[in-house]
């Protein structure tokens, strides 16, 4: 079996890059993608791991507010088998849904150019 997600959104945040025991790069993202419209509409985040040299080029490129598309792959969290859980700051629960990114596309502009994505900015 196999599953593959797509999402596009902008980063909630600069993104954090560490390194492994064994040397290897890897890059968080915060994305944020937003779903329905109107008072319904609410965001979804998505954290999202980029390993090795795509990690360190998204590290160095992407800022709190580009716009990206991922192509990865959904980890559930082992104690749910679902998303990530927790309690926000105020008390409210949260989720996040992890994502190990197989690619990552730059839709905005050069560092510095982000901007924040509204329906009308979409592809499709």
Sequence with gaps: MYHKVIII???GGDPTMRYTNDGT???TLSVATN???GDKKHTIWWRVSVWRKQ????NQYLTKGSKVLVEGVVQADP???GPRLWDGNDG???ASYEVTATNVRFLSG???DAAPAGEDDLPF
């Design 55 to 58: 990690g360190e080029v998204c």
């Design 35 to 37: 779903e329905g419209s």
């Design 25 to 27: 790069p890897v890059t």
């Design 92 to 94: 409210k629960p949260r």
């Design 9 to 11: 959104g902008n980063l």
């Design 79 to 81: 104690a749910t088998g």
């Design 110 to 112: 050069k560092k510095g």
